[in-house]
Structures are given as C-alpha cells and as structure tokens.
C-alpha cells in the first residue's frame, strides 16, 4: 500500500468495491428522457462512505478543481448528517446536485483516492450527488446575507461559470445582475446535457436559490447586440464574462450542408430547450432518424447518440476514429450508452455525408484507421488505412467534434485581447482580462473543458472583484483548475 494510505487512519478498508447505484434498465429507459441512475438511499450513503478511510492528507481533495472537503463531508455522512456534509461541499462547490452528476471524477477526486490503489475509489460523486439531493429535498437554510455594498456587478451568461460568480458575489453583498442570451438560465446544464443525466427541475432548482439570495436574472438579453460590454461598464463596477463555448465546430468534408445534418448543439438544444420530439406541440421540429450517425466521442457525442436512440432511432451508430481507450466522454457515460445499444464503430472517420436527389442525407463514406505513436495530445495517432472506404446507410447524421468559443463579445469588445482559437486571455489565477473591471473565466477562457472547471473559474473571478470593490489589490489564487479536463 502507498505512503498515502500509510499516512490514513490505519482503518481497514471494510468493502473493497465500491456500492453501485441502481439504474433504470436499459431496455426501459430507452423508451423515456427519465434520469438514468436513481442515487444511493441513505443506508446505500452510509454504507459506501464508510469505504473512506479519512486521509490526513487526502489527496482526493487535490484531485477535484475546487478542493471540495471530501473526507470531512464524507465523516458526516457517516455520522448521518446529511444536511451539514452539503453545507460543508457548499463552501467550495455551489452546485454539487450538479456536479455529482457529471464530473468526470475519475480522472478527479476520484483518480486520486488511495482506495483506487489497491480496490476501487470510494464514490466521491455518488455521495456528493446523494448529500446535495437530500439536503434539496429536506430544506436548506438560506445564508444570512451581508449590508449591501452599494456595488453593482454584470454578468454576462448564465452558465455553470456567471451563475457561480453570480451567487460568490451576492453572497459578498454586490448588486448583481445576470444578462442571458437565451430563455432560461443554465448554459449547457440546460440546453446540451440532457433529461436523463442531469434533471432540469435541479437545474431551476439552483437558480432559484441564486434569485433569493438576490441575484437578478435578465434573459433574452444578448451583450454585444443589446449592450456592449463598454455600456455595462458605464452603469456596473465591475463584468464578469461567462459565454462559454457555444459555437459548433464543424467537419471539412463534402456534404455537410445536406438536410438532416445537424450539429450536436442545435441537435441537443433542439431536443432539450425547444422539446422538438414533442413537435407540433412545440414549434422547432427534430428528424427522428431510423439511422443515426454521430461523428466524435466526447460527452457531446454520448449525450446526441442516446438522445436519437429515445427519439426512436432503430440504429444509432457513433463513429470515432480512435479506440474505446482514447474516448473523451465520461467512463460512465460510455457504459450506458453501450448497455442502451449504441453501436460503436471505433477506428473509422467520415470523408463524405452522400445525400439523396431531394438534398437530404442518406449514407455516410467512411475509412477505418489504425493506431500510431501517441501525438502532441498524447493520445495514440489515428492513421487511415488505405482502400478501406465503406458505406454507412443513414438518414440523420450528428457532428459531435466539439465547440469553439462564442465569439460576439471578441467581436463587440475593442481591446479586449483574444487567443488564435478565440478565447478571451485571462490571467487564470484572477480572472483578470486586458481591460480594466472585465473579468472572464470558464469555457470562453478555456475553450470547451467541465462544468466544475467553468464553477471554479467564475468563483476565482468573484473573489478578484470583490477584491477590486472593496479597494484591496487583487492576488492570485492557487487552484487545481487544469485537473482532470476532458474534451466534452
Ligand atoms: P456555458 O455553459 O456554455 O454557458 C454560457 C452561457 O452564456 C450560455 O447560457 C449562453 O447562452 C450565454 N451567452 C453566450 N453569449 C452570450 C452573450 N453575448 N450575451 C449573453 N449571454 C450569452 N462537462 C462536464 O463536466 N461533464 C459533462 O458530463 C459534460 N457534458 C457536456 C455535454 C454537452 C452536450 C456539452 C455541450 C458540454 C458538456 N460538458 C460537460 C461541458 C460543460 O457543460 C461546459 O464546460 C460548461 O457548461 C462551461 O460553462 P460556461 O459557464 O463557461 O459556459
Ligand atoms: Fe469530485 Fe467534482 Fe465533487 Fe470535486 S466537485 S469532489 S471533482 S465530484
Ligand atoms: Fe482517502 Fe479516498 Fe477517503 Fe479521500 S476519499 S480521504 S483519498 S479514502
């Protein structure tokens, strides 16, 4: 056993795997948006937090980008103190409902846990997930909030990033007022994760709480078409920009202007915010393929290729060019999709979408590959094997490659510098931009990374503009951000 264990309580580990949680089966869920897992019971909580050894050095907690007390929030579940674990995950995690649902904790908290070295990991997230669920569920109290500043502070974008900044800085007692481009709050956690892994009602549920503590909300709200960012700067003592990563990137390759092909965001916000598969009852219609074909295999690909499977699709094929090995989505996230019959096809890559006379998709051209030496991502190369062209039939066909950032407020914002790939240059330590009172942070600083990632970023911020508020001089913040990203 490691020196970390050496270091623990000397406790035996008393179960060596780890308590699953129950799910739906497959075979009915495939037939419903309904969340997948249930989540432990309290005796299921129990039972698996007593798997933790309470490390003195607990090196789950440098695994996780925000520090969440783990060990200390895993002895009170112990302890059967539920409420008071989420209130001890709150003080660094203002969204754990959330963030227990779809962290990639294996490469996180969970990567880290000296149970792993020898048996599995204790289940970080499922408890977090139980605690944040139960403390919902039975009434939290709401913080006392402190005498108004008299600051007034604008967030643009009400993602995972704004709406952690949003409530940091309430809770600081600013003035802060949130614009959304879109109907409702959330960002991603709203339009491209679906029903069936993070429940909306969760999602409302959390920015609710932000409107009580008194953060105002103003949706349908474009900064860069309605105001500019030098007009917030005119009326708010500080910006926060939260804009994420929203703009699909798309594949070069002949075809992709064919009907029916989608990229997985207007796909995923089609299905999730508009409710499209309950056209005409709602007004913006999705194709509900007999094949459908998703080119990547990130979260965004899971998420598009177990969507199509409910709307009803016979097939629903994902075509990744790696192996299973080199698969950015959630571990959990490619298991479901296998036990839901997602038909993988690794090692092959798309060169052509062929459509039919009326323009519309009806077989996707692809090659197979092989693997070479890794590549600057460290990542094994996809090769093409030579003469290996074959045909998929399809009538839907999903690009899931990724998203670049929203790129309206670089455009709108003179001064304001941006990377190559358009992201806004940040110090990640502050939040700072190159203009004086604008701070940025999450995926629009990033590019496309995780949710709790994007959190973190947006409380870095708050701490750095409460800091310029109050006239003290902004530090820089150690923090473990640049764990555990994974390519959604
Ligand atoms: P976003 O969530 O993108 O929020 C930005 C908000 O800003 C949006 O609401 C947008 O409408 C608004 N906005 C944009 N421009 C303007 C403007 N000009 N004016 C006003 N408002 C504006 N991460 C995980 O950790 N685990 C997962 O399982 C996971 N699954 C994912 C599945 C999908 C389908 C996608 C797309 C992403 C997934 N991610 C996942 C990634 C994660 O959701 C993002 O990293 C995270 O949401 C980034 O947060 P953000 O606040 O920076 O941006
Ligand atoms: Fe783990 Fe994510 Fe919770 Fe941190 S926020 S403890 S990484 S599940
Ligand atoms: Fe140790 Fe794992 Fe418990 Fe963290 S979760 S304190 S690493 S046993």
């Not at 783990?70 to 103190?81: A, D, H, R, S, T």
């Not at 809770?171 to 409702?184: I, P, Q, R, S």
């Not at 299973?324 to 490619?334: H, L, N, S, T």
Request: overall charge neutral; hydrophobic content about 35%.
């Amino acid at each position: 056993m490691g020196s970390d264990a050496k270091k623990s309580s000397g406790r035996k580990p008393l179960v060596r795997t780890r308590l699953p949680m129950a799910t739906q089966r497959p075979e009915d869920r495939i037939n419903n948006f309904d969340e997948v897992p249930y989540g432990y019971n309290e005796a299921e909580a129990v039972l698996e937090s007593q798997r933790c050894l309470q490390c003195r050095n607990a090196p789950c907690v440098k695994g996780c980008p925000v520090e969440v007390p783990i060990p200390q929030f895993i002895k009170l579940v112990q302890q059967g103190k539920f409420v008071e674990a989420a209130e001890i995950i709150k003080t660094k995690n203002s969204l754990p409902a959330i963030t227990g649902r779809v962290c990639p904790q294996e490469l996180q908290c969970e990567a880290r846990c000296v149970m792993g070295k020898r048996y599995q990991p204790v289940s970080i997230g499922n408890l977090e997930r139980f605690v944040a669920d139960y403390a919902r569920e039975h009434g939290e109290k709401l913080p006392e909030l402190p005498e108004p500043t008299g600051k007034k502070v604008a967030v643009v974008g009400a993602g995972p990033a704004g709406l952690s900044c949003a409530g940091d800085l309430a809770l600081l007692g600013h003035d802060v007022t949130v614009f959304e481009a879109l109907h409702a709050p959330g960002g991603v956690l709203i339009y491209g994760i679906p029903e069936f892994r993070l429940p909306k009602d969760i999602v409302k549920y959390e920015t609710s709480y932000l409107k009580k503590i008194g953060v105002k909300i103003i949706p349908n709200f474009i900064i860069g078409k309605n105001k500019t960012v030098k007009e917030l700067l005119n009326e708010f003592d500080a910006v926060f920009i939260g804009t994420g990563a929203g703009s699909p990137r798309l594949l070069n390759i002949p075809g992709v202007n064919l009907v029916n092909v989608y990229s997985a965001n207007e796909y995923l916000t089609r299905v999730n915010l508009l409710k499209g598969y309950l056209f005409p009852e709602y007004k913006t219609p999705v194709k509900k393929g007999k094949t459908v074909i998703t080119i990547g295999a990130g979260n965004v690909a899971m998420d598009s290729a177990r969507t199509a499977k409910r709307l009803g699709a016979e097939n629903s094929i994902i075509v990744y060019r790696r192996s299973k090995k080199e698969c950015p989505a959630r571990v959990e996230e490619v298991h479901h999709a296998e036990e839901e019959g997602i038909d993988f096809r690794f090692l092959t890559n798309p060169i052509r979408i062929i459509g039919d006379e009326k323009g519309r998709v009806k077989a996707l051209e692809c090659l197979r590959y092989k693997l070479g030496e890794p590549d600057e991502t460290g990542r094994a190369k996809p090769i093409p094997i030579e003469g290996s062209e074959h045909i998929i039939e399809c009538d839907v066909v999903i690009i899931a490659i990724g998203n670049n950032p929203n790129p309206i407020i670089p455009q709108t914002t003179p001064d304001l510098e941006t990377s190559k790939w358009g992201t806004i240059i940040t110090n990640s330590k502050t939040g700072e931009t190159s203009l004086q009172r604008v701070y940025a942070g999450g995926d629009i600083a990033t590019g496309a990374a995780t949710v709790i990632a994007a959190m973190g970023a947006g409380k870095i911020a708050a701490k750095s503009i409460h800091k310029q508020l109050m006239g003290h001089e902004i530090d820089e913040e150690e923090h473990n951000l640049e764990v555990g990203k994974c390519d959604s």
